[in-house]
């Protein structure tokens, strides 16, 4: 979404990734299919910061991929606190474990293999902090599943929501486009939040449950 020399500036101008994050970041670039789909540096330190500020109890991750968000948003965890983090990627598990432990957060993380959409509704918990990165053509329904866990006062962060600009460029109608339109346009009619869409990489929302 950024213009290349925008991103470069704000990158530069972003606090560092830790060792075990830019090990991280390398070895996803090397070994993994679409690495892409990563948190980006300037995005883990937002993610880290929103964590810092609200000092959830409770975190919950929908699209865990490598593990570079959740180290990220461990980072404000009370104590004793737990992240909750889901995906359906099983392959992935081996990795996301040896950096969860090299990072110090492994006691905290909870995972999940499977679909969310089946798992959100059997953890018993109220969620402080959600980041929801999962699958975009089922954005809605995540929302209209998770938005009754969520603490009043409590964020969710939602990545991808500006599509690389095709959700408010009438010529893209594919399913991806059309449900991320759906949600945002939820997320704005929903009396009980309020909201904003920063334009950081591919777009991210915060939401913010009040009533």
């Given amino acids: 979404m950024l213009d290349t020399i ?3 500036y704000i990158d530069t101008h972003t606090t560092p990734e ?9 070895q996803t670039h090397l070994k993994v299919l679409r690495p892409n789909m990563l948190s980006h540096q300037a995005q883990g330190v937002l993610l880290k910061l929103f964590s810092q500020m609200i000092k959830p109890k409770t975190i919950l991750e929908v699209g865990t991929y ?11 965890l009370q104590k004793n606190g737990k992240l909750h983090t889901i995906d359906i990627n099983e392959e992935l598990y ?19 293999i ?13 969620f402080d902090l959600v980041f929801l990165d999962g699958d975009k ?32 460029n009438s010529k893209f109608d594919d399913k991806y486009t059309k449900a991320l339109r759906v949600f945002n346009q939820k997320v704005l009619e929903d009396k009980r939040v309020e909201n904003t869409i920063l334009p950081l990489r591919d777009g991210m929302s915060i939401i913010r449950r009040c009533k």
């Fill in 6 to 8: 925008l991103e470069t």
């Fill in 18 to 26: 830790t060792d075990v994050l830019y090990q991280l970041n390398r």
């Fill in 66 to 76: 490598t593990g570079y968000s959740a180290i990220c948003l461990c980072a404000g």
């Fill in 94 to 112: 081996d990795m996301q474990m040896e950096y969860f432990e090299m990072a110090g957060v492994k006691n905290n993380i909870k995972t999940y």
């Fill in 114 to 126: 499977g679909d969310a959409m089946q798992i959100i509704p059997t953890i018993n918990e109220t």
């Fill in 137 to 168: 053509v089922n954005y809605p329904e995540y929302y209209d599943i998770l938005i009754d866990k969520i603490a009043i006062g409590g964020i969710i962060l939602a990545d991808n929501t500006l599509w690389k600009g095709q959700v408010y």
